[in-house]
């Protein structure tokens, strides 16, 4: 049941995100809370004001823009780009400082002031570990899996601490594969979309890793798959990763994996997470829901229409004084606040 109810939300610039190409926009905000940056496939970097989303610059930048975050100081922005590479900009110029070639799934703690990518690659996937504290990559730790052993889906903590690796599924050989359609009846709804994945014959490994260190916490197997790319936070010592049709899953270090789902919308296409990993931003299809995962609550918003197009949510920020912005793949930029019991909303097309 959905609930519409106010919650308090105190967060920072979170920058864990989902690592799909974008069809649309993405987002970061500048720590100056003065500012924020847009772009997508359009390759091109628009430079809004916060908090009117009137658009104040343009820089080309030459290829799809899948991900960004600013340094702490807001001197620096970090792009991941569909190649993927990451690229180190001057935030005033956007002229680039330095490229790392073939990584994506970037991820950053502010906190830590550290980044952490996967080179993806046929030969074997390799994670890197970065400091970024003087506004460069400074490799500190780096692991490579075997050919084999694919990563679908990789998180850090807000603290830089500890890193979360979820592995491509690969057949079971102890559990029973049952249809969809032979789901016995008495499950319903989310009940039996958990059936389905405790009896799809599929299994997959849960890696987590410490930092800068990379000593394993938990290694494990689950009968939890998840799709390429999917969006993963940590909530204390649990990792949390969820999927777009919201069967989501809960990961403890002793081996116990337990799915929930989020009140809201149904399907989710853009995620962001406050920077205390509390609170998760979800978006799909014209809605989009702000959902506190510890008490299991939360309220949903709408875009307008734009007549005769179908619009989705692409990329998701919160501000330090609970602001979301939303973009879409209409091009557009929402600003979403708590007004009283609902809430006040801004939406200006980008370009």
């Known amino acids: 049941m959905k609930k519409n109810i106010l919650i308090l939300l105190i967060m920072v610039l979170s920058i864990a995100f989902a690592d799909t190409a974008i069809d649309g926009l993405t987002l970061a905000l500048n720590p100056n809370g003065e500012t924020l940056v847009v772009a997508g496939n359009n390759r091109t970097i628009y430079t809004l004001n916060a908090e009117t989303l009137g658009v104040i610059g343009r820089a080309y930048f030459g290829s799809t823009i899948n991900k960004m975050a600013y340094s702490p100081d807001g001197t620096v922005l970090y792009v991941q780009d569909s190649e993927p590479d990451i690229y180190i900009l001057d935030a005033e110029t956007f002229e680039t400082k330095s490229k790392l070639a073939n990584y994506g799934m970037m991820q950053i703690s502010t906190e830590a002031q550290r980044l952490v990518a996967i080179d993806l690659d046929y030969g074997g996937d390799t994670?890197?570990?970065?400091?970024?504290?003087?506004?460069?990559?400074?490799?500190?730790?780096?692991?490579?899996?075997?050919?084999?052993?694919?990563?679908?889906?990789?998180?850090?903590?807000?603290?830089?601490?500890?890193?979360?690796?979820?592995?491509?599924?690969?057949?079971?050989?102890?559990?029973?594969?049952?249809?969809?359609?032979?789901?016995?009846?008495?499950?319903?709804?989310?009940?039996?979309?958990?059936?389905?994945?405790?009896?799809?014959?599929?299994?997959?490994?849960?890696?987590?890793?410490?930092?800068?260190?990379?000593?394993?916490?938990?290694?494990?197997?689950?009968?939890?798959?998840?799709?390429?790319?999917?969006?993963?936070?940590?909530?204390?010592?649990?990792?949390?990763?969820?999927?777009?049709?919201?069967?989501?899953?809960?990961?403890?270090?002793?081996?116990?994996?337990?799915?929930?789902?989020?009140?809201?919308?149904?399907?989710?296409?853009?995620?962001?997470?406050?920077?205390?990993?509390?609170?998760l931003v979800v978006g799909g299809y014209a809605k989009g829901t702000i959902y506190n995962v510890e008490s299991a609550s939360g309220f949903s918003f709408e875009l307008d229409d734009i007549p005769g197009a179908t619009e989705y949510f692409s990329g998701f920020a919160v501000a330090a004084d609970g602001t979301v912005y939303g973009t879409t793949t209409g091009y557009r930029i929402a600003h979403i606040k708590l007004a009283g019991a609902g809430i006040s909303k801004t939406i200006k097309a980008v370009y």
């Open 127 to 279: 994670i890197g570990v970065f400091d970024i504290s003087e506004n460069k990559l400074n490799n500190i730790a780096e692991i490579s899996f075997d050919k084999d052993d694919d990563i679908s889906s990789m998180g850090m903590n807000a603290e830089g601490s500890r890193m979360a690796i979820f592995f491509d599924d690969f057949d079971s050989e102890t559990e029973e594969k049952v249809s969809w359609s032979d789901i016995p009846d008495e499950y319903k709804g989310f009940e039996k979309d958990v059936y389905n994945k405790k009896n799809d014959g599929k299994e997959a490994r849960f890696l987590l890793l410490s930092i800068p260190d990379l000593e394993v916490v938990a290694d494990y197997v689950s009968f939890y798959t998840s799709y390429n790319k999917e969006f993963v936070f940590f909530q204390g010592e649990d990792v949390l990763i969820t999927n777009s049709s919201n069967e989501n899953a809960r990961y403890k270090i002793n081996g116990d994996v337990e799915m929930w789902e989020w009140d809201g919308v149904s399907n989710s296409y853009a995620e962001a997470v406050s920077a205390d990993h509390s609170t």
